[in-house]
């Protein structure tokens, strides 16, 4: 079973469930977590500003709200009683998916978990897929947790088996 597991978090509401999906998972699995916060600086330089301005003001601020989302990560995940580590990464140049992978091999971990956006489309080629690059270049099992589409009806849960049932065939 998985011991540690590495949650990249965005603040979103689809990084929420994925975060509440694996927090309970550590929880079932007495796992710990390391939710993974990336900065993008290269999202945020004009090449306007002189440089004095963006280390002063920009990355400052870009850590502090950084900050903040681990925070509230870590606080949603301490409520499923697991134990809870966070890194703010900063991104300099590469994709965000080589930082996440990149901090996983570093941490050891044994899964990876992230939401995904469900871009389609025009959207996907434009934009690409962190997540899905997460996917298919990581060395550990990844769990995409999607968001729900709109308008997206529930499925609903299976049953829970009877104990004895569980290990029938």
């Given at each position: 079973?998985?011991?540690?597991?590495?949650?990249?978090?965005?603040?979103?509401?689809?990084?929420?469930?994925?975060?509440?999906?694996?927090?309970?998972?550590a929880?079932?699995?007495?796992a710990?977590?390391?939710?993974?916060?990336?900065?993008?600086?290269?999202?945020?330089?004009?090449?306007?500003?002189?440089?004095?301005?963006?280390?002063n003001?920009?990355?400052?601020a870009?850590?502090?709200?950084?900050?903040?989302?681990?925070?509230?990560?870590?606080?949603r995940?301490?409520?499923?009683?697991?134990?809870v580590q966070?890194?703010?990464l900063?991104?300099?140049?590469?994709?965000?998916?080589?930082?996440?992978?990149?901090?996983?091999?570093?941490?050891?971990?044994?899964?990876?978990?992230?939401?995904?956006?469900?871009?389609?489309?025009?959207?996907?080629?434009?934009?690409?897929?962190?997540?899905?690059?997460?996917?298919?270049?990581?060395?550990?099992?990844?769990?995409?947790?999607?968001?729900?589409s709109?308008?997206?009806?529930?499925?609903?849960?299976?049953?829970?088996?009877?104990?004895?049932?569980?290990?029938?065939?």
């Amino acid at each position: 079973m998985y011991q540690r597991i590495l949650v990249a978090v965005d603040g979103s509401d689809t990084s929420n469930k994925g975060l509440d999906e694996a927090a309970e998972l550590a929880r079932l699995a007495k796992a710990t977590l390391c939710l993974v916060h990336v900065i993008e600086i290269t999202d945020h330089v004009t090449g306007f500003e002189p440089c004095e301005v963006f280390f002063n003001d920009a990355l400052p601020a870009m850590e502090r709200a950084g900050k903040r989302i681990l925070q509230r990560a870590g606080d949603r995940a301490a409520t499923h009683g697991v134990e809870v580590q966070t890194r703010l990464l900063k991104n300099l140049a590469a994709r965000t998916s080589e930082v996440i992978i990149a901090e996983a091999i570093a941490w050891h971990a044994d899964l990876i978990v992230i939401g995904t956006h469900g871009r389609h489309g025009v959207d996907r080629l434009l934009y690409g897929s962190e997540a899905e690059d997460v996917l298919r270049r990581a060395p550990v099992p990844v769990l995409l947790v999607r968001a729900a589409s709109p308008g997206a009806q529930a499925v609903p849960a299976r049953p829970a088996l009877e104990p004895a049932e569980a290990g029938a065939t």
